[in-house]
C-alpha cells in the first residue's frame, strides 16, 4: 500500500514557531509566501492523521521586553506583544484554511470578534474534531513570554511533545553555529542540561515546566521542506530535549 499514512510516534503535539520565522528576508512584519509555507509543512503533518496545535511569537511586529528596554512600561508592552501574535495567528489562520484546514485562533485575552476565547475543554474538542488550533496572546499575562505559554499550552492540551521550529539552525549547538565554525549539534539532551549550560532553546520557566511534566522538546529546522513531517516520521535531523 504505497500511499499508505507514515506512522509516527506521536498523535498530538504543539508546534512553536517564532514571530522572526514569519518574516523571510524582511527585516519586519509578515511576509506571506513564507507563511504559506509553513502552512505547508503543518499540511503534510495534519494529512498523517496528528492533531497539531500552535503557539506563534510576535517578535516580527514587537516585542515586549525590547520595548520595557527602550522606556516603555513593561507591562504596556507585553500587552502590544501579545497583540502581534494574535496579528501573526490570523495570518496563519488565513493560509491554512486557504489549504482547506479547519483552524481555530483561540486567544488568552478576550477579543471574540477575531478569536475565540481561551476554554480548555473546547480546545481540546477541536483538536479532536482535526481542528488546528492555534493559541495566541501568550498566557494573557504581562512577564511571560510566548515560551511559557507554549510549554503551558502543550501541557493543558495532552501533547505529546513540543516541536520548535527554528530558522537558520537544525538543532541545539553548545554555542552560536552562526558566529562559531566548531560549534557543536546535540542530538539529544537533558532539560538540566540546557539549563546548566544556558543554552537559549527555551526560557528557563518554559524549560522547567516541560521538564516537570516529562514533556519532550524537538527543535529543528523550519527552513528544511518536508522537515517537520519528517521528524514525526522518524527521519531528519533535530535535537530532542528530554530526561
Not at 500500500?1 to 528576508?25: C, F, H, I, W
Amino acid at each position: 500500500m504505497s500511499d499508505a499514512t507514515p506512522q509516527t510516534t506521536y498523535n498530538r503535539v504543539l508546534l512553536k514557531v517564532s514571530g522572526e520565522a514569519l518574516m523571510g528576508d524582511q527585516g519586519f512584519g509578515l511576509h506571506p509566501p513564507t507563511v504559506e509555507r509553513v502552512a505547508r509543512e503543518i499540511q503534510t503533518v495534519h494529512a498523517m492523521g496528528v492533531e497539531v496545535c500552535m503557539v506563534i511569537g510576535g517578535g516580527n511586529i514587537f516585542r515586549g521586553l525590547q520595548g520595557s528596554a527602550q522606556g516603555m512600561e513593561r507591562t504596556t508592552a507585553d500587552y502590544m506583544g501579545m497583540l502581534a501574535t494574535v496579528m501573526n495567528a490570523l495570518a496563519m489562520q488565513g493560509a491554512l484554511e486557504a489549504l482547506g484546514i479547519h483552524t481555530r485562533v483561540i486567544s488568552a485575552i478576550t477579543m471574540n470578534e477575531v478569536a475565540e476565547p481561551y476554554i480548555r475543554r473546547r480546545a481540546v474538542r477541536h483538536l479532536e474534531k482535526k481542528r488546528v488550533c492555534i493559541f495566541a496572546a501568550g498566557t494573557g499575562n504581562p512577564y511571560f513570554t510566548t515560551d511559557t505559554a507554549c510549554a503551558l499550552r502543550a501541557n493543558e492540551m495532552s501533547c505529546q511533545a513540543i516541536f520548535m521550529g527554528k530558522n537558520g539552525v537544525d538543532g541545539i549547538y553548545d554555542k552560536d553555529p552562526a558566529q562559531h565554525a566548531d560549534a557543536v549539534r546535540y542530538d539529544e539532551i537533558s532539560y538540566d542540561d540546557v539549563l546548566a549550560k544556558r543554552l537559549k532553546v527555551m526560557d528557563a520557566s518554559a524549560i522547567a515546566l516541560a521538564r516537570d511534566n516529562d514533556l519532550p522538546i524537538i527543535v529543528f529546522s523550519l527552513d528544511e521542506p518536508g522537515g517537520f513531517k519528517g521528524i514525526l516520521a522518524g527521519e531528519g535531523t533535530y535535537t530532542i530535549v528530554r530526561d
